[in-house]
Structures are given as structure tokens and as C-alpha cells.
Nanobody, 115 residues
């Protein structure tokens, strides 16, 4: 079964940086998409960034130019490098896998950007 485990969240001041990691297991398909989503309290979960096996990375308008998504196949790990963080980036960040047989989610990691 697929397992996704996020790490790297924490407390950071505005303008600071964090790198999130998603350790993945059970990915045995050549066609899939992996990405990061986030959800703030009382708000809908939203796409942050996504990569696929066949395309270039895509970013939400709110993070484009500040965040970078990348994968390391040798470690089965997905990363999200976050720079110039803003208070509105505060949310639980979730790792996601989409493939032919369904969607899979990690449990999330909290990112808090405080003034």
C-alpha cells in the first residue's frame, strides 16, 4: 500500500525559509502525479505545487516564484522548498499522490509563519 509521510514543518518568521519532505513508499507506476496541498483552519484545501512523470512543475499563483517542488527518485522523496514565507502561508501541508487507482494523502505537517 502507498504510504506518504511529511516532515519539515515548524515555526518560522516572515521572510524565512523551510523545506518540507515527503517520504513515499509503494510507488510502482510510471504514470502519476505528486504534489503539495495546504489547508488553513476553516478554509478549503488548496493546491500548492504538483509534478508529474510527464510534465513540468506547476504552482499556485500565490506561491509561484517563492516555492520550488522537486523529487529525488533515489530516495523516493518529494520536497517543497519554501522561501520568503508570509503569514498567509500558515497551514497544514499535505503530500499527495494521484494515479490511476486513486488518490493518496499523507497526514500533514504544520507550517506556522508568525509576525
Amino acid at each position: 500500500q502507498v504510504q506518504l509521510v511529511e516532515s519539515g514543518g515548524g515555526l518560522v518568521q516572515p521572510g524565512g525559509s523551510l523545506r518540507l519532505s515527503c517520504a513515499a513508499s509503494g510507488m510502482f507506476f510510471s504514470l502519476y502525479a505528486m504534489g503539495w496541498y495546504r489547508q488553513a483552519p476553516g478554509k478549503q484545501r488548496e493546491l500548492v505545487a504538483v509534478i508529474t512523470t510527464t510534465g513540468s512543475p506547476k504552482y499556485a499563483d500565490s506561491v509561484r516564484g517563492r516555492f520550488t517542488i522537486a523529487g529525488d527518485n533515489s530516495k523516493n522523496t518529494l520536497y517543497l522548498a519554501m522561501n520568503s514565507l508570509k503569514p498567509e502561508d500558515t497551514a497544514v501541508y499535505y503530500c499527495h499522490l494521484g494515479r490511476f487507482d486513486g488518490n493518496f494523502w499523507g497526514r500533514g505537517t504544520q507550517v506556522t509563519v508568525y509576525s
